[in-house]
């Protein structure tokens, strides 16, 4: 059997730094490592106007913002196809046939559907099309054959629920449709990066994102501002550094070759974190270390963004033929759950037979 990826962001906004730590770097790494016989990464627009329906200029919009972000950090369509869900019809239809699998409790019971719900206020009133996103997914990773979905933890139930319609379908219709694996990030932190707010989850929604494409004076502005240790008033005060979303960021992202560039003082950020423990060490040397490191980082994916910018008619181009790739195996896939189904009516003599047989013996 190939190994396949299916992944993919819905485009309501610029990518930004929680999806490079959480997705965009492991699909780079997963492309790369020659693992794979197929990676498809999804511009999830129709999912995207379950709850833009009323500003589908939104999402229009960031289809090339969030294929810009795609490529500029690495993405490289000769290895990866990167398609519009929209533009594969294929999909619809086969979430059509996925519906009957599926009970509507089974999908208000979904947590992540539920917590969604939520975030949304829609409670009271939810668009049929968000509360069937986990059968639209199903859509989206069996067409494509996925057997492997990089995913947030947040996302489990989502995959969960997908290998219960596939389970399902195959249990009703024979051997058809092939069982995806979640894969998540091995390292925790990398799951869920906080907003510079200090919240939970770096969120768009929330105004409390560093994207990829911003622009220095931007980056250390955010990086200035961002939430410490509120008891941590002067300089000589003991600090915590759990919580501290400095050091969670530094956590990931500061490596000990960054001691050596920007803060020799110190020898790792085992060393740091025991100083600012002790008192003695101000915000503003462990945020300038991180702006250093940030900078860094980002510098060559903006650079490459702002030159992909200039030649957009490449970037159209590069969504125009993933997507007719794309769409070649969706119909495939459609083709052969429709086979399984026994409602491929023209696609062979089958049923043509059988209406002469049956009609021959009245």
């Known amino acids: 059997m190939k190994k396949i990826i299916l992944t993919g962001d819905r485009p309501t906004g610029r990518l930004h730094l929680g999806h490079y730590v959480g997705s965009l770097k492991n699909r780079v790494a997963l492309q790369n490592s020659g693992e794979f016989d197929k990676i498809y990464i ?42 519009i869900q929209s533009e594969v019809s294929e999909l619809t239809e086969l979430t059509f046939y996925y519906m009957n699998l599926v009970t509507l409790s089974r999908l208000q019971r979904n947590p992540t559907v539920k917590n969604e719900i939520g975030l949304r206020g829609f409670e009271k009133s939810i668009p049929v099309g968000f509360l069937n ?32 319609i596939v389970h399902s379908f195959n249990n009703v219709y024979g ?59 002067k300089i000589d005060d003991p600090g915590q550094v ?48 991180l702006n250093n490191i940030l900078q860094e980082l980002l510098k060559p994916i903006r650079e490459r963004r ?20 794309a769409r070649k195996h969706a119909k495939e896939t459609l083709r052969r759950v429709k086979q399984a189904m026994k409602i ?3 696609e062979n003599d089958e049923f043509l037979k059988e209406i002469i047989d049956k009609y021959q013996e009245k």
Do not use: W
Request: net charge negative; aromatic share 8%.
């Open 344 to 346: 491929d009516y023209f």
């Open 242 to 289: 759990e919580g501290n979303v400095v050091f969670t960021y530094l956590d990931v992202f500061a490596k000990d070759e960054d001691f050596v560039k920007y803060l020799p003082e110190y020898k790792n950020l085992d060393e740091l974190k025991d100083h600012y423990r002790r008192g003695g060490l101000g915000d503003m040397v462990i945020k300038k270390f």
């Open 175 to 233: 051997n058809t449709l092939v069982m995806p694996e979640a894969k998540i990030p091995e390292n925790e932190l990398e799951q869920r990066l906080p907003g510079t707010d200090g919240k939970a989850k770096m969120s768009k929604s929330l105004g409390n994102c560093i994207y990829l494409a911003d622009d220095a004076e931007t980056i250390r502005k955010k990086v200035m501002s961002m939430y410490t240790d509120p008891n941590h008033i």
């Open 306 to 325: 702002e030159e992909l910018s200039q030649n957009i008619e490449y970037v159209y181009r590069v969504l125009e033929k993933g997507t007719n790739d």
């Open 42 to 83: 999804m511009i999830a627009d129709a999912q995207a106007l379950t709850d833009n329906f009323d500003n589908p200029s939104k999402v229009r919009n960031n289809v090339i913002e969030v294929a810009l972000d795609y490529l500029a950090v690495g993405i490289d369509p000769e290895k990866t196809t990167i398609l």
């Open 133 to 164: 996103y986990p059968i639209s997914q199903a859509a989206d990773i069996t067409a494509f054959d996925a057997t492997c979905v990089p995913v947030g933890v947040d996302q489990l139930p989502m995959i969960e629920q997908t290998r219960e």
